[in-house]
């Protein structure tokens, strides 16, 4: 059976509700690795801490805050996620992507997600920017393993149009307008903490993967699962294991979020401006 029934999940929504009032959040975003600060640019912030709400999990990765910003960003009502859950922090897939239903409860019929990931495409760079088109999550349990809480959705989900199509024009659009460069590409799941092996990703590279990461698959699936459109961008914040011939390093990934600030927020930004 499901790790949490759906009244648990319309006790964590209750709890934010009275914190936040009447305000109702349309766009959820889950920031990842050192890419939090577009959560402190949110205007008129109400900061929830997530020990704060009922059946919330606690962020402990480096780089994430570990609390929901409500408020407005470029006139769109936002919930942000500074920090977002693990497998690999001992989570299950479902507390994992557990705050994408509360937020879908709260009102949020879109999702941006953001990572940051290593390159598999050798023709591309660290420091680009990478629109997601689509994700391998192969071998790993799903979030939506074990009862089916229809209140959500489906017992057996479409998954053809997890990143929705119209939403990744939008991303093109400000893209080009904003002259940044934009790689368009398959983000493939693995659960980490350790860094994907060089035969790990030669394997990613057959099967179709241009960037590899420990997150956003389980969060995309779930917010597919209760009707949401997801937009989802990846930084790439270093070259794959095999690639260059130098160990990987998590400050090499925060590093690479802090030299890409400028860039990838004026691009989540220009989105939100089109939604």
């Not at 705050?99 to 941006?112: N, P, Q």
């Not at 023709?123 to 391998?136: F, N």
């Not at 949401?228 to 925060?254: H, K, R, W, Y």
Request: charged share 20%; proline share 6%.
């Amino acid at each position: 059976m499901s790790q949490y029934s759906f009244a648990q999940y319309q006790e964590s929504a209750d709890a934010i509700r009275a914190k936040i009032g009447d305000f109702q959040p349309k766009v959820a975003m889950i920031l990842g690795s050192g890419l939090g600060f577009l959560g402190d640019e949110v205007e008129h912030p109400i900061a929830v801490p997530y020990a704060q709400i009922p059946h919330f999990k606690v962020s402990t990765a480096p780089g994430h805050k570990g609390q929901l910003v409500f408020g407005t960003l470029e006139g769109q009502a936002v919930a942000v996620m500074q920090g977002r859950m693990h497998h690999y922090e001992g989570y299950s897939y479902e507390e994992v992507s557990y705050a994408v239903r509360v937020l879908r409860l709260l009102g949020c019929d879109t999702l941006v997600v953001t990572n940051a990931a290593g390159c598999v495409n050798r023709e591309w760079s660290a420091g680009d920017l990478m629109l997601i088109t689509d994700h391998i999550k192969i071998f790993m349990e799903s979030p939506l393993r074990g009862e089916n809480l229809p209140q959500f959705g489906p017992r057996f989900p479409d998954a053809s149009h997890l990143y929705t199509p119209a939403l990744r024009e939008v991303a093109r659009q400000a893209a080009a307008e904003l002259s940044i460069p934009l790689r368009e590409g398959v983000y493939m799941y693995f659960p980490g903490p350790q860094y994907e092996t060089p035969a790990e990703v030669r394997f990613a590279r057959v099967a179709g993967a241009d960037a590899v990461g420990m997150s956003t698959a389980p969060e995309v699936i779930t917010a597919g699962h209760c009707g949401m459109q997801v937009l989802g961008f990846t930084l790439l914040s270093n070259m794959a294991a095999g690639i260059l011939d130098q160990p990987l390093s998590e400050q090499e990934v925060l590093d690479a979020a802090e030299a890409a600030r400028e860039k990838f927020s004026g691009l989540v930004r220009a989105c939100l401006r089109r939604l």
